[in-house]
C-alpha cells in the first residue's frame, strides 16, 4: 500500500558532503518514526540515524556531528545531510518509516526504501 523511493546517492571524496531524501506514497493516513540505515555487504544493517514525529533524533556514534536527519511531513520525506564524509561512510543506505496505513486500524507498519549507493573514495 506504501511505497518509498529514495535518492541521492552517488561517489564523493573524502571530507564531501551528500543529502539523501526518501519521500513517501500510496495509503499514508500517518508517518511516526522516520529512520536512516546502511548496510556493507557481508554485514548487518545498522542504524544511523532516526527521528521521531515530534522531532526527537539520534544518531549512530561514529556519525554524530557529522550527519544531520531532518524530515518534512507535509511531503512525509525524510533527509539525511551528511558532510565530512569519511571513507568508511561507504555502504547502502535506506531509509525506514514507520506508517499507518489504514483508516481502519492504528497500527503501525515499517516500510523500506529500494537503497542508494554512497561511496566515499578519492
Known amino acids: 500500500q506504501v511505497q518509498l523511493v529514495e535518492s541521492g546517492g552517488g561517489l564523493v571524496q573524502p571530507g564531501g558532503s551528500l543529502r539523501l531524501s526518501c519521500t513517501a506514497s500510496?495509503?499514508?493516513?500517518?508517518?511516526?518514526?522516520m529512520g536512516w540505515y546502511r548496510q556493507v555487504p557481508g554485514e548487518e544493517r545498522e542504524l544511523v540515524a532516526s527521528?521521531?514525529?515530534?522531532?526527537?533524533?539520534k544518531y549512530e556514534d561514529s556519525v554524530k556531528d557529522r550527519f544531520t536527519i531532518s524530515r518534512d511531513n507535509a511531503k512525509n520525506t525524510v533527509y539525511l545531510k551528511m558532510d565530512s564524509l569519511k571513507p568508511e561512510d561507504t555502504a547502502s543506505y535506506y531509509c525506514n518509516m514507520e506508517i499507518r496505513d489504514s483508516f481502519w486500524t492504528t497500527n503501525d507498519h515499517t516500510y523500506w526504501g529500494q537503497g542508494t549507493q554512497v561511496t566515499v573514495s578519492s
Open positions: 527521528i521521531t514525529r515530534g522531532g526527537t533524533t
Open positions: 500510496g495509503s499514508i493516513f500517518g508517518v511516526n518514526t
